[in-house]
């Protein structure tokens, strides 16, 4: 295994809850791993940029939106492992302001090529026949699916629970496409619930996690989207930063900001066990945001 992905140990801390149920809170902090690929990310490309050097092929292809932590963190990787990358993003119309995109701009920067789609071009992501199109117009590429997620990306995920985690009752994430939940569940114990805080409005993910897990000691917890992806508002924002007072932790209002005011409105209301121990997995996810909210 390369260098770039040996150093995988993070710390694991207390949360002091602003009222006393009876429970305990811990958060892993994932979002230490990398400074440039931080979190769950960090742990999808792991298995996949191994396979690309591996394949031999000179580039890694993937997709995302504009704002994606995934396009910025292969971008990154690309940079630190000598293998280009391209990333095919959602929206046409972005082509023109890209580089107003800190996301963008800093993939650009770390080598990225770009190709922008449609949004209903978008929708064929998977079909083969584009896939083939890309081969025609870019060459031979590794292709990692949006969001980073496949058999590769879960085997990584699973390594996010070390063996003393055996001690929690619960495992707690943020959802986007699953992949993440899927390689918790797949390590968890049979005592623990590992509960997943969807980021997006959609039923379709328990179908995905289900590709990736035969284990059944899992929820979705579908209250806490926001008015889904990328969505947010006043009181989230507010939770956020009182958060960032209280911990000294820095949450975003896409991924992790959700999670946690999801389990903190579920310990007030009495949902957890009494006296159990909860596990949070900060995600990561901060590049792009980090400026606005220090
Ligand atoms: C991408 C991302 C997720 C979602 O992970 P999935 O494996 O797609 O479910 C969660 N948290 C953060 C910070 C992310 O960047």
Known sequence: MHDLFSNDIVPTEKVK???AN?????????????????????????????????ANVKQVLTFGGAYSNHIAATAAAGR??????IGVIRGEEVAGVYRENPTLKKAEADGMRFKFITRTAYRNKEDLAFLAELKREFGDFYL??????????????????????????????????GGTIAGLINRSWD???????????????????????????????LAYHFGGYAKYNAELLQFIADFKQNTG????????????????DLIEQNKFAQNSKILAIHTGGLQGWNEKIK
């Open 17 to 19: 809850l602003p009222f």
């Open 22 to 54: 009876g429970v305990e809170l811990f958060i892993r902090r994932e979002d230490l791993l990398h400074p440039e690929i931080s979190g769950n990310k960090f742990r999808k490309l792991k298995y996949n940029m191994q396979a690309a050097l591996q």
């Open 80 to 85: 630190l492992l000598g293998i280009e990358t």
């Open 144 to 177: 990692v699916p949006e969001g980073g997620t496949n058999e590769e990306a879960v085997r990584g995920t699973e390594e996010i629970i070390q063996h003393q985690d055996v001690q929690y009752d619960y495992i707690c994430c943020a959802v986007g496409t």
């Open 191 to 221: 005592h623990q619930q590992v509960y997943g805080f969807p980021a997006l409005k959609g039923d379709f993910l328990a179908d995905e996690i289900k590709k990736y897990t035969q284990k059944e000691n899992w929820t979705l917890q």
């Open 249 to 264: 932790i820095l949450l975003d209002p896409i991924y992790t900001g959700k999670l946690l005011f999801g389990i903190f």
